[in-house]
């Protein structure tokens, strides 16, 4: 179930600023899926925009050579190291928070869309968009309906621990 869908963008609510349950909730989190990974990409009084990511799972959704061709064009590096993909793509979410640049649609890649549907919505792509589901989808949508699927339950299940870790008074007895 974890690892279905490669990453995953949320607002976590910090109720009242409490960033001491957060921090708690976040290494209970980590310490039950030892492949889950969060970066914090902006630190609101009571939210936190997060990006929790599997690092198995995302690195087989990036380390595809079509995908690859379509980063490079984007201004990724040339040579394909994980953590310089996703670094770059994290400095542009930050900058485009901080009005310095435009949206990285092709978060799409990293959230696991299907690259033809990615193309599509940036305009790469020749295929008719045919309907819209989580994302807008192109061409086919048997590929992207099952992908939606996937995503829908390991959202679900994640979801579902999330919340009980963030409404816990005792960290410890959660998972």
Same mark, same amino acid.
């Given at each position: 179930?974890?690892? %279905?869908?490669?990453?995953?963008?949320?607002?976590?609510?910090?109720?009242?600023?409490?960033?001491? #349950?957060?921090?708690?909730?976040?290494?209970?989190?980590?310490?039950?899926?030892? !492949?889950?990974?969060? /970066?914090? #990409?902006?630190?609101?009084?009571?939210?936190?925009?997060? #990006? =929790?990511? @599997?690092?198995?799972?995302?690195?087989? !959704?990036?380390?595809?050579?079509?995908?690859l061709n379509f980063l490079k064009q984007l201004g990724y590096p040339e040579e394909y190291k994980f953590k310089s993909y996703l670094d770059l793509l994290v400095?542009?979410?930050?900058?485009?928070?901080? *009005?310095?640049?435009?949206?990285? @649609?092709? /978060? *799409?890649? =990293?959230?696991?869309?299907?690259?033809?549907?990615?193309?599509? =919505?940036?305009?790469?792509?020749?295929?008719?968009?045919?309907?819209?589901?989580?994302?807008?989808?192109? *061409?086919?949508? %048997? /590929?992207? %309906?099952?992908?939606?699927?996937?995503?829908?339950?390991?959202?679900?299940?994640?979801?579902?621990? #999330?919340?009980?870790? !963030?409404?816990?008074?005792?960290? @410890?007895?959660? /998972?």
């Amino acid at each position: 179930m974890i690892g %279905a869908k490669p990453a995953e963008l949320k607002n976590i609510k910090v109720d009242k600023g409490n960033y001491e #349950l957060w921090k708690k909730c976040k290494n209970e989190v980590l310490s039950y899926y030892d !492949q889950i990974r969060v /970066i914090e #990409l902006d630190k609101e009084f009571t939210r936190r925009r997060t #990006l =929790f990511y @599997h690092q198995t799972a995302l690195d087989r !959704q990036l380390d595809n050579v079509k995908v690859l061709n379509f980063l490079k064009q984007l201004g990724y590096p040339e040579e394909y190291k994980f953590k310089s993909y996703l670094d770059l793509l994290v400095t542009k979410l930050k900058n485009y928070d901080l *009005g310095s640049g435009g949206f990285p @649609h092709e /978060i *799409g890649i =990293f959230l696991g869309y299907p690259l033809k549907d990615v193309l599509g =919505f940036m305009g790469y792509s020749d295929l008719e968009y045919t309907c819209r589901e989580e994302w807008k989808v192109y *061409g086919d949508k %048997a /590929i992207s %309906a099952l992908q939606k699927n996937r995503f829908d339950l390991a959202r679900d299940y994640f979801s579902r621990k #999330l919340e009980q870790v !963030q409404n816990i008074k005792q960290v @410890h007895k959660v /998972i």
